[in-house]
């Protein structure tokens, strides 16, 4: 018998996915990473004693990007019961015959997906700034 996806991450992941704006925020995250990525190794090329560390800051400055995108990524997670609840679909989730538990790993299960497609677009430019 093959695994059943949980509903309350199939009911999160749909709308979430079909949304234009999701390919546009990874397209804009990657873009301004890469931009960033790009002109340290302009400044390494090209004025390679003015800045001798440019290496080791844009790996700390692209550090902090992935942790500070990880911590935006986990917020409509913890705001996701609430955010049920304004929409009036909490009550059809209690209802429904899922246990409580299988609820919250559902919206788990969903801030972790999207921590991860977030991350795995600033991952590139993240190990370019560390071969540098």
């Known amino acids: 018998m ?3 996806w949980n509903p309350i ?4 992941l749909r709308p979430f996915l079909r ?6 925020r990874m397209f804009w995250v990657s873009t301004f990473t890469m931009v960033g990525l790009a002109w340290c ?14 290496g080791q800051l ?3 400055i692209l550090g902090f990007v992935q942790w500070f995108l990880s911590i935006m990524a986990v917020v409509p ?3 996701s019961i609430a955010v049920e609840r304004e929409k009036h679909t909490y009550d059809g989730l209690v209802s429904s015959p899922l246990r409580p538990e299988s609820l919250v790993q559902g919206k788990l299960a969903f801030a972790v997906y999207v921590a991860t497609l977030t991350q795995l677009a600033v991952t590139p430019a993240l190990v370019g700034a560390y071969l540098l």
């Not at 991450?9 to 999160?12: A, N």
């Not at 949304?19 to 546009?24: A, G, H």
């Not at 190794?41 to 440019?54: N, S």
């Open 19 to 24: 949304q234009e704006r999701l390919s546009w």
């Open 58 to 60: 844009a790996f700390v």
């Open 41 to 54: 190794l302009a400044l390494r090329a090209f004025a390679p004693g003015v800045f001798p560390g440019v």
């Open 77 to 79: 997670s913890a705001t």
């Open 2 to 4: 093959a695994a059943e």
């Open 9 to 12: 991450l199939l009911k999160d």
